[in-house]
């Protein structure tokens, strides 16, 4: 009963999430270099790619490599913008205690042998929100954990995204 289940599942298209697979067989290595920057946080050029990075090794197949001259493709990626804005105030001293970040990214995956592009966004937005404490003398600064995990965040799109051509 088991097995005819297993074959009527397998029929109908059926597959587990996260594990459908829409890049060319010719493609098992996958390099992820710096990410072009045109903002001024400087960070985000190196966690976006190594959540990209360590996605792509948790999840899929490929072997990710450091050179791009050695991957059968290229995940380039360009940070467009970066904004941070208050989101909520404290009434009694009217300072923000909440704060959010969007980004704005292009992503790009070419096959490098061919210059054939498998997968693109030219607009992808990601947004994280933090909190700024109220009293200065137990400030801790929560920015740079958003960026984090903005980034993890980031990372997961885009490998469901690449891997079932979203």
């Known amino acids: 009963m088991a097995a005819l289940a297993n074959l009527l599942a397998a029929a109908c298209g059926y597959h587990i999430?996260?594990?459908?697979?829409r890049?060319?067989?010719s493609v098992r290595s996958i390099a992820v270099p710096a990410f072009a920057n045109l903002t001024t946080r400087y960070r985000l050029?190196?966690?976006l790619p190594a959540a990209i990075t360590q996605e792509f090794l948790s999840r899929t197949r490929y072997r990710i490599v450091a050179d791009p001259a050695e991957a059968d493709a290229v995940l380039n990626g360009v940070i467009v913008s970066?904004?941070?804005y208050p989101t909520v105030f404290d009434p009694a001293t009217a300072r923000a205690t909440g704060?959010?970040?969007?980004?704005t990214l292009q992503i790009t995956l070419?096959?490098?042998a061919t210059?054939?592009?498998?997968?693109?966004r030219s607009h992808l937005e990601a947004r994280e929100r933090y909190e700024i404490a109220v009293d200065q003398r137990s400030y801790l600064d929560e920015s740079d954990a958003a960026l984090e995990r903005l980034s993890r965040q980031v990372a997961r799109a885009v490998v469901s995204a690449v891997l079932e051509s979203f």
Do not use: I
Request: no cysteine.
């Open 17 to 21: 999430a996260g594990r459908a697979d």
């Open 23 to 25: 890049l060319p067989r």
């Open 45 to 47: 050029a190196e966690s």
């Open 82 to 84: 970066y904004n941070s």
């Open 99 to 103: 704060v959010a970040v969007s980004v």
């Open 110 to 112: 070419t096959e490098r």
């Open 115 to 120: 210059g054939r592009v498998l997968f693109s």
